[in-house]
């Protein structure tokens, strides 16, 4: 897990200081959700205000790479439940969730934010891995791998706008105060650990193309054409 943790910020840090000619800066606002022993299926529960802010470097129009930094608010109980047991047990949580994230996005079409006489749009899958915390319980730290689905689309110089909605595994069982009461031997990766899932709406901005140059150069430009 400490290989994994130091990976993770090793890459989150050393990303913004790779060149800017292809960067885009972006924040993203949502909310989050989480899937546990109290909340076992339903994806849309009790949804927490999540906000985040990210870092992408394109290596073509067609991949990228984001580090991403996000915070919210999760919460569950379980008298939102009508079965006999979880009346029972009335147990409930909440607190702040964070991550710091980096991950691989695969555009389906050719993107770029540089608006001209044509719309850019695609959807896109991104996958990688993170480091999560909450204080739900106590302030703990744990592995988690993000996965999503997006949709991206330029609508302004330089800006564009994207919708994403994804899930994060995480390695940890404690998210919520309660444990499965499973045999430690029994566990595998896929079982016996709680979930929490991003939705939202993202403002990305590029700084500069390696392109198309420097936005302000290539306005003096047009400018120029235009007089002649």
């Known amino acids: ?12 840090v050393t990303l913004p200081a790779m060149t800017q000619r292809s960067a885009d800066y ?4 949502g909310f989050t959700t989480y899937l546990g022993e109290i909340n076992p299926t339903n994806i849309f529960y009790n949804p927490g205000p999540a906000i985040g ?5 394109n290596f073509n129009p067609r991949q990228a790479v984001r580090a991403n930094l996000m915070g919210s608010r999760v919460s569950g109980s379980d008298l939102d439940f009508n079965n006999i047991i979880q009346q029972t047990r009335a147990h409930s949580f909440s607190g702040m969730l964070g991550e710091l994230g980096v991950t691989y996005e695969f555009n389906f079409f050719p993107f770029t934010t540089i608006k001209g006489r044509k719309i850019d749009y695609t959807p896109y ?8 915390m909450n204080n739900t319980v106590n302030f703990t730290l744990f592995p ?12 302004a110089q330089n800006m564009g706008l994207e919708f994403e909605y994804g899930f994060r ?14 045999d430690q031997d029994d566990l595998t990766w896929t079982h016996n650990n709680d979930w929490y899932s991003f939705m939202g ?3 990305t901005w590029k700084m500069y193309s390696k392109l198309s140059g420097c936005p ?13």
């Open 1 to 12: 897990m400490r290989k994994a943790i130091l990976f993770i910020f090793l890459i989150a």
């Open 26 to 29: 972006g924040v993203s606002g």
């Open 53 to 57: 802010f990210f870092y992408r470097y």
């Open 125 to 132: 899958l991104a996958a990688g891995a993170a480091l999560s």
């Open 144 to 155: 988690s791998i993000p996965f999503s689905a997006g949709f991206k689309i330029n609508i």
């Open 169 to 182: 595994k995480t390695f940890y069982d404690n998210f919520d105060g309660l444990s499965d009461m499973v």
């Open 201 to 203: 709406v993202s403002l």
């Open 216 to 228: 302000a150069f290539a306005d003096l430009a047009e400018e120029k054409k235009r007089k002649r």
